[in-house]
């Protein structure tokens, strides 16, 4: 069922028509690639958002809605993480992590100051949900 859900991702990702989701952060480009409404759950969506760094990219410290889970897999290059204080860990292309509802994400961060880095994050969420994430100044 895992596979057939990731080959799923992985062809949207392939056809979708891409929307950019923020523009404002220069080291990176976030992309949301797939968003569905849950036939079986009401009220929620899964959302596909595709994370794209440069080189030494980072995406400032956030958090993302309350009603958000998050399933995310590296798919190129390594992402250096760091979440709710825990330690900080170097997830690598084909490894994943979650997210809960309310974690803070202090650390996202390509791990290389040459190579791109891409992350698939697969959100479960409220529909009407607009605001992925929340940047801190």
Same mark, same amino acid.
């Given at each position: 069922?895992?596979?057939? #859900?990731?080959? &799923? %991702?992985? /062809?949207?990702? $392939?056809?979708?028509?891409? =929307?950019?989701?923020?523009?404002?952060?220069?080291?990176?480009?976030?992309?949301?690639?797939?968003?569905?409404?849950?036939?079986?759950?009401?009220?929620?969506?899964?959302?596909?958002?595709?994370?794209?760094?440069?080189?030494?990219?980072?995406?400032?410290?956030?958090?993302?809605?309350?009603?958000? #889970?998050?399933? &995310? %897999?590296? /798919?190129?290059? $390594?992402?250096?993480?760091? =979440?709710?204080?825990?330690?900080?860990?170097?997830?690598?292309?084909?490894?994943?992590?979650?997210?809960?509802?309310?974690?803070?994400?202090?650390?996202?961060?390509?791990?290389?100051?040459?190579?791109?880095?891409?992350?698939?994050?697969?959100?479960?969420?409220?529909?009407?949900?607009?605001?992925?994430?929340?940047?801190?100044?």
């Amino acid at each position: 069922m895992i596979r057939t #859900f990731l080959c &799923a %991702t992985a /062809l949207v990702f $392939a056809s979708a028509a891409a =929307v950019s989701a923020d523009d404002d952060h220069s080291d990176e480009k976030v992309t949301v690639v797939y968003d569905q409404p849950l036939p079986n759950v009401p009220g929620k969506s899964m959302k596909g958002v595709l994370v794209e760094y440069a080189p030494g990219g980072s995406s400032p410290a956030h958090t993302h809605p309350k009603s958000a #889970f998050i399933y &995310a %897999t590296v /798919l190129q290059g $390594a992402i250096t993480s760091r =979440v709710n204080g825990g330690p900080v860990t170097v997830y690598h292309a084909g490894e994943n992590f979650s997210e809960f509802p309310g974690d803070h994400h202090a650390v996202s961060e390509n791990a290389s100051k040459t190579e791109r880095a891409r992350l698939l994050a697969v959100f479960v969420v409220d529909t009407n949900e607009t605001n992925l994430t929340t940047y801190e100044k």
